[in-house]
C-alpha cells in the first residue's frame, strides 16, 4: 500500500527563488498544454460539425505528442522528470474529466502549489534533502519515513514549504476476528456521535481558529482591491486556514486511530459531498468538518490493522427509526421520538444506530484478507493519500 510522509522544509533565500522558479514554470507547462488540449477539441468540434475529416479520423493530441514538443528556455532549466510531470497532471485532468469530474481549469498562482520528482533527482541524507536543479534544503525529520520512496513532491503553503514522500510499504494484513462494530454519525451540531451514545465536540482551539477566521475575512473583503493592503490581508486569511487544516487533520488522525484501536468493523455513512455543497446553508459545516478526511484516515488506518471499514447507503438516515419506521424531523428537532416503537433519544444518537444496523452482518469470522478487499473495493478518491 502507498503511505505518504509530509516534511517541512527551509529552504534559504536562493533556493526558495529557485523553488518559485520551477514552481512557475510547471504552471506555465501546465496552462500552455491545456490551452493547446483545447484548441484540438475546438478544431475536432469544427470538423466534426463541418464533417471534415482530413485524415479519415479526428486527431486528439495526447501526453506523449505534448512532451515531443520543444521545450522553451525556462523548461529546459527543469529537471526533465518534473517538467513530464507537469504535463502528466494535464493528462490525468483529462481522465479525470473524462470520469465525470469537472472540466480542466487553468491554475492561478495560489492555486498550482505543487511540483513532482516522479522518479529521480532527489535524496535524503541526515538533514538535507537534495533537490536537483535546487539544492541541498534543510529538512526536519520529525517521524522516521517508512517502506521505499516512489515519488517526492514540493508543496508551497503560503509563505511555508513541504515536502511529501509518497512510499510503497509491503506490509502482510494479519488475519483478525472481527468482533466489535460500531456505526459513526457526522452531524452538524456535534461533531461525531458513535451507536452507543458517545459524542465528540470538535476541540475549542480550533472553533476559536474558526471564530478568528471569519474575522480576518470581513477585514480583507473592506480592503480595496489591487491595493497592497489587500494582499497583506489574504496572506494573513491564507495563514489561518492553514492553521485551521493541521488543527483539523490533527483531530481526525487522533480521532481515526481511537476508532481503529477501539472496534474492529467502523460504519460509515457514504457522504455525498457534491450534492452537500449545493446546499449552501451546510456548506460551511461541511468543508469545515472535512468528514471525508476523517473517513479515509479511518480507511487507511483500519487497513493496516486488517480491519473493517464500510461505508453505508445515506439515504434518510436521519429520519428513520431503527424499529424501520420513517420519522421525518427538519434540522431544528434535536430529539427523535418515535410513534412506532415509543423511542426517544437524541436524533444523532439515532442515525448512527440506524447507520449501523445498515452494514451488512458480518459480524463474525471475516478474515483480514477480506477485509483487505473491503476497504480497496472502496469507492476511488477524489484526491491523493492522506499525509500520517
Ligand atoms: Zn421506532
Same mark, same amino acid.
Given at each position: 500500500?502507498?503511505?505518504?510522509f509530509?516534511?517541512?522544509i527551509y529552504?534559504?533565500?536562493?533556493?526558495?527563488v529557485?523553488?518559485?522558479?520551477?514552481?512557475?514554470?510547471?504552471r506555465?507547462?501546465?496552462?500552455?498544454?491545456?490551452? +493547446?488540449r /483545447?484548441r484540438n477539441a475546438? $478544431?475536432?468540434?469544427?470538423? *466534426? !460539425?463541418?464533417d471534415?475529416?482530413?485524415? %479519415?479520423y #479526428?486527431?486528439?493530441?495526447n501526453?506523449?505528442?505534448?512532451?515531443?514538443?520543444?521545450?522553451?528556455?525556462?523548461?529546459e532549466e527543469?529537471?526533465?522528470?518534473?517538467y513530464?510531470?507537469?504535463?502528466?497532471?494535464?493528462e490525468k485532468?483529462?481522465?479525470?474529466?473524462?470520469?465525470?469530474?469537472?472540466y480542466?481549469?487553468?491554475?492561478?498562482?495560489?492555486?498550482?502549489?505543487?511540483f513532482?520528482?516522479?522518479?529521480?533527482?532527489?535524496?535524503?541524507?541526515?538533514?538535507?534533502?537534495?533537490?536537483s536543479?535546487?539544492?541541498?534544503?534543510?529538512?526536519?525529520?520529525?517521524?522516521?519515513?517508512?517502506?521505499?520512496?516512489k515519488?517526492?513532491?514540493?508543496?508551497?503553503?503560503v509563505?511555508?514549504?513541504y515536502?511529501?514522500?509518497?512510499?510503497?510499504?509491503?506490509?502482510?494484513?494479519v488475519?483478525? +476476528?472481527? /468482533?466489535?462494530?460500531?456505526? $459513526?454519525?457526522?452531524?452538524? *451540531? !456535534?461533531?461525531?456521535?458513535f451507536?452507543? %451514545?458517545? #459524542?465528540?465536540?470538535?476541540?475549542?482551539?480550533?472553533?476559536?481558529?474558526?471564530?478568528?477566521?471569519?474575522?480576518?475575512?470581513?477585514?480583507?473583503?473592506?480592503?480595496k482591491?489591487?491595493?497592497?493592503?489587500?494582499?497583506?490581508q489574504?496572506?494573513?486569511?491564507?495563514?489561518v486556514?492553514?492553521?485551521?487544516?493541521?488543527?483539523?487533520?490533527?483531530?481526525?488522525?487522533?480521532?481515526?486511530?481511537?476508532?481503529?484501536?477501539k472496534y474492529?468493523?467502523?460504519?460509515?455513512?457514504?457522504?455525498?459531498?457534491?450534492?452537500?455543497?449545493?446546499?449552501?446553508?451546510?456548506?460551511?459545516?461541511?468543508?469545515?468538518a472535512?468528514?471525508?478526511?476523517l473517513?479515509?484516515?479511518?480507511?487507511?488506518?483500519?487497513?493496516y490493522?486488517?480491519?473493517i471499514?464500510?461505508l453505508v447507503?445515506?439515504?434518510?438516515?436521519s429520519?428513520?427509526?431503527?424499529?424501520g419506521?420513517?420519522?421525518?424531523?427538519t434540522?431544528?428537532?434535536?430529539?427523535?421520538?418515535?410513534?412506532s416503537?415509543?423511542?426517544?433519544?437524541?436524533?444523532?444518537?439515532?442515525?448512527?444506530m440506524?447507520?449501523?444496523?445498515?452494514?451488512?452482518?458480518s459480524?463474525?469470522?471475516?478474515?483480514?484478507?477480506?477485509?483487505?478487499?473491503?476497504?480497496?473495493?472502496?469507492?476511488?478518491m477524489?484526491?491523493?493519500?492522506?499525509?500520517?
Open positions: 500500500m502507498r503511505k505518504s509530509q516534511y517541512r529552504p534559504n533565500r536562493k533556493q526558495e529557485a523553488l518559485e522558479k520551477t514552481l512557475t514554470t510547471c506555465y507547462t501546465y496552462n500552455n498544454a491545456l490551452t +493547446e /483545447k475546438d $478544431i475536432n468540434r469544427l470538423e *466534426k !460539425s463541418f471534415v475529416f482530413p485524415w %479519415g #479526428q486527431d486528439w493530441i501526453y506523449y505528442d505534448q512532451v515531443k514538443t520543444p521545450k522553451t528556455e525556462y523548461q527543469l529537471h526533465s522528470q518534473v513530464q510531470n507537469a504535463l502528466k497532471r494535464v485532468s483529462f481522465q479525470n474529466f473524462f470520469k465525470g469530474a469537472g480542466p481549469r487553468f491554475q492561478g498562482r495560489n492555486r498550482y502549489n505543487s513532482t520528482y516522479p522518479q529521480a533527482g532527489y535524496s535524503i541524507k541526515d538533514d538535507k534533502l537534495t533537490l536543479k535546487i539544492g541541498s534544503v534543510k529538512i526536519i525529520l520529525h517521524r522516521e519515513i517508512q517502506g521505499k520512496i515519488t517526492c513532491t514540493i508543496k508551497k503553503d509563505d511555508q514549504w515536502v511529501s514522500f509518497s512510499c510503497q510499504i509491503d506490509i502482510p494484513i488475519p483478525i +476476528e472481527i /468482533k466489535t462494530k460500531i456505526g $459513526i454519525d457526522v452531524g452538524l *451540531k !456535534s461533531l461525531v456521535t451507536s452507543n %451514545g458517545q #459524542q465528540i465536540e470538535p476541540p475549542k482551539y480550533l472553533r476559536a481558529s474558526e471564530k478568528r477566521l471569519a474575522r480576518e475575512q470581513i477585514h480583507l473583503s473592506k480592503k482591491k489591487g491595493s497592497k493592503n489587500r494582499n497583506n489574504r496572506i494573513k486569511v491564507a495563514r486556514h492553514r492553521r485551521i487544516k493541521y488543527q483539523r487533520k490533527d483531530f481526525n488522525q487522533k480521532l481515526s486511530t481511537n476508532l481503529v484501536t474492529d468493523h467502523v460504519v460509515f455513512e457514504k457522504l455525498q459531498i457534491i450534492n452537500m455543497l449545493k446546499n449552501h446553508c451546510l456548506a460551511k459545516s461541511i468543508v469545515d472535512s468528514w471525508s478526511q473517513i479515509n484516515l479511518t480507511i487507511y488506518k483500519a487497513e490493522a486488517g480491519k471499514v464500510e447507503n445515506p439515504n434518510g438516515t429520519q428513520t427509526c431503527i424499529c419506521h420513517h420519522v421525518p424531523k434540522l431544528s428537532v434535536r430529539v427523535h421520538n418515535c410513534p416503537c415509543g423511542l426517544v433519544l437524541d436524533r444523532d444518537h439515532v442515525s448512527a440506524v447507520i449501523e444496523n445498515r452494514s451488512k452482518n459480524t463474525a469470522g471475516i478474515a483480514g484478507i477480506q477485509a483487505r478487499q473491503r476497504t480497496l473495493n472502496r469507492e476511488p477524489k484526491r491523493e493519500a492522506p499525509d500520517f
